[in-house]
């Protein structure tokens, strides 16, 4: 019996790509000797998206799709998509073509080699230079402070056998950062590396706040560090204030009371304030992240879905 390669396709506004996207797939996997099940999920589009997937799904009988009830993310697109896919190993594609289909075969060979995880890697060429300098900033710092190693130009373009699937689809958590989950499981995985590619058809989600936003999570939601960084600051500014009000007090034995300290006061309070401030921001987030998960909401819900045979 052939193998049963499932492809998940989260899609968000993406009437201008769906198709272009399921013949350009085509093309490719069509040169594999499997089957191919598509598993496109759409995540609350407020265009034609849902209409066309009906209509694929109505000419092919091997494309399926789950529609949302309204946009929940693409975490959770992605979470949806691989609890539908029933193949033997899935690939996670984005919809706009900048995961190029070519690499298809390519992920495939490795996986028939035996590797559980294909991870596709694109080099930042085309992006500006400040972007580029930010993301390298940001993996170099979460990077130090994340448990699970985060590579730089490593999405969610990937392929997972079924044990990798299984092993995600484990992590029941509420803030769902892919990166870490995928680097988390382990198993045995292979890097390939592609150019870069821009958008095929419309506009890309990422401002510069959900970007930074992103970054925010990624560091949080994987580790207790931050958590660790604000005791040992309050370890070293401990230690620090003794020091002072030691040399201080000795000042004043030998020579007498000489402190107008209206500086040294001002800005103790204004640096202390801001630290305490940060840290309990980094501590209000981990509650806040407690209190989603505590509350055990479903990661989506289903307005619509097609029949599998
Ligand atoms: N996407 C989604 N839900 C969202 C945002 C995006 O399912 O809320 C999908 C989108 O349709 C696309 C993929 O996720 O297939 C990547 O989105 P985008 O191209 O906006 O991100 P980028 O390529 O800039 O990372
Ligand atoms: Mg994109």
């Known amino acids: 019996m052939k193998k049963v ?41 407020k265009d ?4 066309l997937l009906r209509d694929l799904a109505e000419t092919h009988r091997n494309v399926h799709y789950i529609s949302f009830s309204r946009n929940f993310g693409k975490e959770s697109a992605i979470l949806a998509g691989l ?42 060429n085309g992006e500006n230079y400040a972007r580029r300098k930010l993301t390298n900033f940001f993996y170099k710092v979460a990077n130090r402070l994340v448990e699970v190693t985060i590579i730089d130009g490593v999405g969610d373009f990937r392929l997972l056998s079924r044990q990798a699937v299984d092993a995600v689809l484990k992590l029941t958590e ?14 045995h995985e292979k890097i390939l590396e592609y150019e870069n590619q821009t958008r095929a ?32 600051s309050g370890i070293f500014i ?4 003794f020091i002072y009000i030691l040399f201080t007090l ?27 401030l940060l840290f309990l921001g980094v501590i209000g987030e981990y509650i806040g992240r407690i209190y989603y998960e505590t509350k055990h909401r479903p990661h989506y819900l289903i307005k619509e879905k097609s029949d599998k045979e």
């Not at 509420?174 to 198993?187: A, D, H, L, P, V």
């Not at 990422?206 to 994987?222: M, Q, R, V």
């Open 5 to 45: 390669l499932s492809i998940v396709i989260p899609c968000y506004n993406e009437q201008q790509n769906i198709q272009a996207f399921h013949m350009e797939t085509e093309k490719y996997v069509q040169q594999l000797d499997v089957e191919v099940e598509y598993v496109f999920t759409d995540d609350g589009s």
């Open 48 to 51: 034609k998206t849902l209409d």
């Open 83 to 124: 609890q539908y896919a029933s193949g033997d190993a899935v690939i996670l594609m984005d919809a706009d073509l900048q995961h190029p289909p070519t690499l298809i075969p390519q992920m495939w060979s490795h996986y028939e080699e035996g590797y559980d995880q294909v991870t596709a890697k694109r080099n930042r």
């Open 174 to 187: 509420y803030n769902r950062f892919s990166k870490g989950i995928f680097s988390w499981i382990g198993f």
């Open 201 to 232: 058809n419309g506009v890309g989600k990422w401002s510069f706040t959900s970007l930074f936003n992103y970054a925010i999570d990624g560091i949080l939601s994987f580790n207790n560090k931050p958590l660790r960084i604000a005791i040992y």
């Open 238 to 241: 401990t230690i620090f204030g």
């Open 250 to 276: 000795v000042n004043y034995f030998l020579h007498g009371i000489d402190t107008p300290g209206y500086f040294t006061t001002i800005s103790a309070i204004i640096l202390l304030g801001g630290i305490q």
